[in-house]
């Protein structure tokens, strides 16, 4: 897998995603990360986004805010690939008019929130057939997408953030990260802690990171269960102080009720030496790997049983983290950005057949 080598034409890539800083969330990171890698192999990348911004865009590439029709055109016909993050209806207009290779990345499911496949939804998949390349971020989500046949790249993540700090006593037990959304499973692990209580006589501490609409339903639910001092929820973080919290702790927990495509949490995680404890539903196996244990969706009790065997045995955390340096490894910037670059490279040798379609 090697750099973009022709310096008289770098490939010149339009990297099409509504979602993107200052909003917050893995879909933005990720978009971030790919980005930056792919700059950073010798492509010329500019990011087209609906996301305002009123400060300077401070980035390695070029990021093009609420474009017009005409500016969006123009910016097609000057890239030599047109690239989504997630099947955009309304940003796939161009290529009825100017002929590039179309390729996909999906994070996303195509689903309404209930599981049912809706009529966009439908038109999506569809579509993907006159993509030139199909990329899923987990074997769950290309396996969703079939009969497209997807190649298989995890997300990344923030290498030069999450990292081992060997100076900081990993004195904690418990953390889980995200949104303080009902989807995300939070107030499940604390069901999980009250049943370690009353059944195997296990009192670990919990540092709950993030902010969101159900904190204060976290906070009572905490109080009833009798777990308050013993459960501690910091609200939103910066990456850094996420990271060093981390570093503090042996378990990562991430309960979500729903399918996550991904899971970019575990692997910050497993970055900073804590071995996961994730639902099996979806991509987040995927994420976890080797270094660590999944249990079913939606299931307290299993949680907790897992949870007990774990923080029962000495050296769990060690022999669950013994490949995270290969598992990590495929899952830097630099590494996903040269299988992105790999994909692009052989989008740009095959027929774009989406005009085609459209005639």
């Given at each position: 897998m090697g750099e973009w080598f022709d310096r008289h034409h770098p490939m010149k890539i339009l990297h099409y995603s509504p979602a993107f800083p200052p909003s917050v969330g893995g879909l933005e990171t990720t978009v971030t990360n790919i980005a930056t890698g792919l700059s950073a192999l010798g492509c010329e990348v500019t990011v087209v986004t609906t996301t305002p911004n009123d400060e300077p865009d401070r980035y390695p590439f070029r990021v093009v805010r609420r474009p017009g029709w005409r500016e969006l055109l123009t910016l097609a016909r000057e890239h030599d690939i047109f690239f989504q993050a997630n099947v955009s209806l309304r940003g796939l207009w161009p290529l009825l008019f100017v002929r590039r290779p179309w390729v996909v990345s999906h994070h996303s499911w195509y689903t309404r929130v209930s599981g049912r496949i809706g009529k966009r939804d439908r038109l999506k998949r569809w579509l993907l057939r006159y993509a030139t390349a199909s990329i899923a971020v987990s074997q769950a989500m290309a396996d969703d997408l079939r009969p497209v046949r997807s190649t298989v790249i995890g997300n990344p993540y923030?290498?030069?953030?999450?990292?081992?700090?060997?100076?900081?006593?990993?004195?904690?037990?418990?953390?889980?990260?995200?949104?303080?959304?009902?989807?995300?499973?939070?107030?499940?692990?604390?069901?999980?802690?009250?049943?370690?209580?009353?059944?195997?006589?296990?009192?670990?501490?919990?540092?709950?990171?993030?902010?969101?609409?159900?904190?204060?339903?976290?906070?009572?639910?905490?109080?009833?269960?009798?777990?308050?001092?013993?459960?501690?929820?910091?609200?939103?973080?910066?990456?850094?102080?996420?990271?060093?919290?981390?570093?503090?702790?042996?378990?990562?927990?991430?309960?979500?009720?729903?399918?996550?495509?991904?899971?970019?949490?575990?692997?910050?995680?497993?970055?900073?030496?804590?071995?996961?404890?994730?639902?099996?539903?979806?991509?987040?196996?995927?994420a976890i790997g080797p270094c660590g244990r999944t249990f079913p969706n939606g299931d307290s009790r299993a949680l907790a049983m897992v949870l007990a065997e774990l923080l029962r045995s000495d050296g769990a955390r060690e022999r669950l983290l013994d490949h995270a340096a290969v598992h990590l490894a495929s899952h830097t910037r630099e590494y996903v950005a040269r299988r992105y670059l790999d994909t692009l490279t052989n989008a740009l040798g095959r027929d774009h057949r989406l005009a085609e379609a459209s005639s």
């Open positions: 923030c290498d030069d953030i999450f990292r081992q700090h060997p100076d900081i006593l990993r004195t904690k037990d418990l953390v889980a990260v995200g949104r303080l959304v009902s989807d995300k499973g939070f107030f499940l692990l604390l069901e999980a802690l009250a049943i370690l209580e009353r059944e195997e006589g296990l009192t670990p501490r919990l540092t709950l990171i993030g902010e969101g609409p159900e904190r204060s339903r976290l906070t009572a639910q905490a109080e009833a269960l009798g777990l308050s001092k013993r459960v501690e929820i910091t609200g939103s973080l910066s990456h850094e102080e996420i990271a060093l919290r981390l570093a503090e702790h042996r378990f990562l927990v991430a309960p979500s009720l729903y399918h996550e495509p991904f899971g970019l949490v575990a692997l910050e995680g497993i970055a900073c030496g804590c071995a996961v404890i994730g639902s099996a539903g979806g991509g987040l196996p995927d």
